[in-house]
């Protein structure tokens, strides 16, 4: 996780080595022999026992200091750095949770960089402190006081938010994190690495291919200019990056976006959109074969089960959960309230569809393909088989033989011929930016 933070100073009375290693009964004796020892700092850096205890993960030591109402949860370093940025810096992650349970303030900046708690884990790629911060946020006094969204994108000293540095530093599940909790994937920066560059040039000159594949399937500009008047493609270029420059090729296959009008679906159920991102990322794959073909380099291979496995299980899905719309994938997503079910892939490409209506520029809610009826909600489908009833890993989007037929067939879907006839998401080719083609006929476009 992290290395900690190391005592070089003379420890004359012995607390601050003892913190350090986490000898927690020298701590309470030496604490009840000079109880003024517990506001006492080093020399140079000005670190408390709390800082120390917390850089280090001495969670038994940040408890016991917390329970002593004269210790400041937020009290300054010399870089006016609390012991929450420490421990989020060095991935304690215990001791984040511990010092926001204390209500350490996730709104305080340091002096060097002008970063907070955030910035700090998004830089060294501890997601899981990364998630606890932002959970906090959400549900604490920031969200309402300060904004939730204004705190994802909060900038440091140098125009730089989390999503910068995380992009830079070749973090993708904090890439992912930020971007599902609303980071702006074309923010520009100040004079953090060269000016105007967005998270997708920082990436490129990182060379994170993970990092990149997340921002544009969240619909990253390959065309934003930095104030040099440089594109993310000449970025890679520069420094060599060669796999990722393919990608960002402005002649390469435009990539498949996360479709704005699922932002209308109140409460998106978590599950169902990770089976959407998923399927995402899958068909973006596809298509990066075809650019990457010939380069020496083969994008790893989707985490689910393999093939051969899915084909043994085909036989066993009953014949009600098959998608009708592409007659190729199972039903794995379910419309609230009316139940009707489709695959990952056809729903995403339903919630690609709805263009912005021209005269209020906003874009209506997705409607349910069978039943017309506004989608308000989705949920990942309970999919059965009949040999002994256990649920299938819908995960794995596993494919059925185009014979069968779904229980929505026999309900209509005359309304949603323009996708009726697509048999996978994952074929699907660009034609242009935001659109999804079949052939040479683009039939979605982006919002």
Known sequence: MGQGLSCRVQDEHGLFTAVQFGDLELVKTLLE??????????????????????????????????????????????????????????????????????????????????????????????????????????????AASWGFSRFVNIRDGKGATPLHLAARQRRPQCVHMLLDSGALVCASTGGYGFPGSTPLHLAARGGSIDCIRELLAWGADRLHRDASGRIPYLVALKHKNDTCAALLNPSSAEPLVWPSPLKFISELNQDAKALLEQALMDANREREKTILKGMGYSPPSPSHSDARTTDDNISEVSETELCCICFDQVCTIEVQDCGHQMCAQCTLALCCHNKPNPTTASLSAPVCPFCRSNIAQLVVAKVKVNADDHELDLYSSPKLPKTRKSRNFSEGSSSFKGLSGVPSFGKMVGCGSGRISVGNECIIDKP
């Not at 997601?127 to 606890?132: G, I, P, Q, R």
């Open 33 to 142: 022999k000079d109880p003024s020892l517990i506001q006492q700092t080093t020399a140079y850096d000005r670190h408390s026992a709390l800082h120390i205890a917390a850089a280090n993960g001495q969670i038994e030591i940040v408890s016991m200091l917390l329970e002593d109402r004269s210790v400041n949860p937020d009290s300054l370093n010399r870089h006016k750095q609390t012991p929450l940025m420490l421990a989020a810096m060095h991935g304690k992650i215990d001791c984040v949770k511990k010092l926001i349970e204390a209500n350490a303030n996730i709104l305080m900046f340091d002096s060097p960089n002008g970063r907070t708690c955030l910035h700090y884990a998004a830089y060294y790629g501890h997601s899981d402190c990364l998630e606890t911060i932002l959970f906090a946020a959400r549900t604490s006094h920031v």
